[in-house]
């Protein structure tokens, strides 16, 4: 699953685009959370549905970005 001498060998482009692909991951999912829980959220978007949906959608699209991020950077095709 994780090869860690892979990821030493990544060049620090690399290596920093990974770290900022995975901080997106966790902003995106916070700001799904924030939409589906958050109390004061309704103020900005009056609709209870249109909220929870919203909320829904951002956290679907963080699990595509990790999904695509650990296909790429994590997997290993020689395995």
Request: some cysteine; aromatic content about 12%.
């Amino acid at each position: 699953m994780f090869n860690l001498k892979k990821f030493q060998q990544k060049s620090p482009k690399q290596r920093f685009l990974l770290i900022l692909g995975g901080v997106m991951i966790v902003a995106y999912t916070v700001l799904g959370c924030l939409f589906l829980f958050h109390d004061p959220m309704e103020q900005v978007i009056r609709q209870e549905g249109l909220r929870k949906i919203a909320g829904v959608c951002i956290i679907l699209y963080a699990v595509i970005r990790f999904t695509k991020l650990r296909y790429i950077y994590l997997e290993d095709p020689e395995e």
